[in-house]
């Protein structure tokens, strides 16, 4: 039988190419400046660094960050009750803010990468909570479930980890997440 | 009177299983020290939850099917937080995320969704 989808499977590819980007970005990057460690230094040290590295990243940040503009955007448009709608606004307002993450880099006089780079993440984990929210409405259990997990592992680094390894692991999980709700719309069908 | 499908007892002894293996680490743990108190105390929670899931895929279980799904969801998350403050062992942890991961799957299976919603007290 021939399931008739919407269009939530072409915004879905927006987030899973918006991974890839930024995975291949970090690796780039990180493989580049040598000096870089995971878990040890923080990432946006990446888009000061004095290899090319810096372009990389920053590069990075723009084209996920754009991407995931899209991505919201689509979550908004298509969506199947108010926890998307409020997660796709999120989801878009966080990716403006990540694509300034690449414009704004660390070295700036002011501490305005640091506000940039945290309203992100923020917005960002609103937009995972507000989407949990809605699968859970939705019926869509499984993919809410690892919502769930991935919002109280977040969560739970806050307290214990320092910003280097926040952000490295945040970041991971994060990518999962985004994979899991691109796939969550791919799997939709029209009238889910 | 309905008998329980094969789904639900496996949920239901998965459940057992997880609680059983976090009790054995309670007691491999063990020490007589005030300091072991909180990771013991982990230990326990965990347990307790695992033991809760089993209970609610019995005949009277106390949950409804999304609710049990739920604090299936949440027992992950429990031992997923517990590895990040390092509270438990990350070997036991990851074998306690593979057996929640199982009941949830045991629990997607439609005649345990149907068993966990019409068994009720």
């Known amino acids: 039988m021939k399931v008739q989808k919407d269009h939530s499977v072409a915004f879905a590819w927006f987030g899973i190419i918006g991974v890839a980007a930024f995975l291949i970005a970090w690796l780039c990057a990180a493989s580049i400046d040598t000096a870089w460690e995971f878990g ?54 966080g990716g403006v803010l990540l694509a300034l993450v690449g414009l704004i880099t660390m070295d700036s006089e002011s501490d305005l990468h640091n506000y940039v780079a945290i309203s992100a993440a923020l917005f960002i984990f609103f937009a995972l909570i507000a989407i949990t929210a809605g699968n859970w409405a939705a019926d869509r259990k499984i993919f809410a479930g690892i919502g769930i997990v991935i919002a109280f592992m977040l969560a739970a680094m806050v307290f214990v980890y320092d910003v280097a390894e926040f952000s490295a692991y945040g970041i991971i999980l994060g990518m999962i997440w985004f994979l899991a709700e691109s796939v969550r719309m791919i799997t939709s069908g029209k009238n889910d | 009177m309905e008998t329980m499908p094969r789904n639900a007892k496996i949920g239901s002894a998965l459940g057992f299983l997880g609680g059983i293996i976090s009790m054995i680490c309670l007691a491999l743990l063990f020490k007589p020290e005030d300091t072991a108190i909180v990771d013991m105390g982990v230990y326990m929670l965990i347990a307790v939850m695992f033991f809760a899931l089993a209970g609610g895929f019995s005949r009277s279980g106390q949950w409804l099917w999304s609710v049990l799904l739920f604090m299936t969801f949440m027992t992950i998350a429990a031992v997923c937080c517990a590895v990040i403050f390092g509270a438990i062992d990350l070997h036991a942890a990851i074998v306690l995320v593979v057996v929640g991961v199982l009941i949830v799957a045991s629990l997607s299976m439609p005649s345990a969704k149907t068993w966990a919603n019409r068994m009720r007290i």
């Open chain 1, 40 to 93: 040890v230094n923080n990432l946006s040290e990446l888009g000061i660094s004095d290899t090319d590295a810096k372009f990389y990243f920053n590069y990075g940040c723009m084209i996920t960050g754009a991407l995931v503009v899209i991505f919201g955007f689509g979550h908004a448009v298509t969506a199947k009750n108010a926890g998307h709608t409020a997660g796709g606004a999120f989801l878009a307002i």
